[in-house]
């Protein structure tokens, strides 16, 4: 029984299946970066009004925001990586919430994958801010006035039309609870579209996940 688990295991491994977060990891040692998009109505719906969050007032007008830029391996990703950089203060976090939402979850994102990037916190939410400018959220999605269902591949074909450098291999949509959550890019050092490791690729195969309008 034994001998089956570990060639189970290691099976999985070989896949890729059993990749996951590796914390406290030398600060600037990784391959390439996760740039995550988050669907605020969606995020709202799921979790955020629950929490009575301020990103959910319809005065924000939020649609696509920024969940974060991750450091990434070929397989598996570091998190609360050592270093000795300061952390970024109140003001630089609360600069952050025009794309985030949040500058809670700014915070966040500097201390779990911001302490990984090898960079002082400011650069971090530099490149974080050029990531997002860099890939092009498309407008339609923001025409919306009601709730609809839609297969989740109609979500990577706008972000492919919208950015002609993106293939298919450098994104991928994640779904959470029959609602679209994410829309995910992969990125070079640089910033520049590369394939996802398999690990990333999480495909959300969803025929009719749900999509609310902005508020």
Known sequence: MRSMILTVGFALWAMGIGAASAEGEKAGVFDYYVLALSWSP?????????????????????????????PQFHRGWPTYCRTSVAPPTRRMSAEMTDIMGSAGLAWHQWK?????????????????REAYGRVERPAIFRKLEKEVSLPASLIEEAFLKANPDLEKDMFTVTCRDG?????????????????????????????????????
Request: proline share 4%; with cysteine; glycine share 8%.
């Open 179 to 215: 609602y679209i959550q994410e829309a995910r890019v992969c990125l070079s050092r640089d910033l520049d579209p590369v394939p996802c490791g398999r690990d990333v690729i999480q495909d959300c195969r969803l025929k009719n996940a749900r999509f609310t309008p902005i508020r």
């Open 112 to 128: 779990k994958h911001g302490t990984c990037a090898g960079l002082q916190a400011q650069s971090y939410y530099d490149l974080m």
């Open 42 to 70: 969606n995020w709202c719906a799921l979790e955020g009004d629950a929490r009575d969050s301020d990103q959910c007032n319809a005065r924000h007008d939020y649609g696509w925001t920024l969940h974060g830029l991750w």
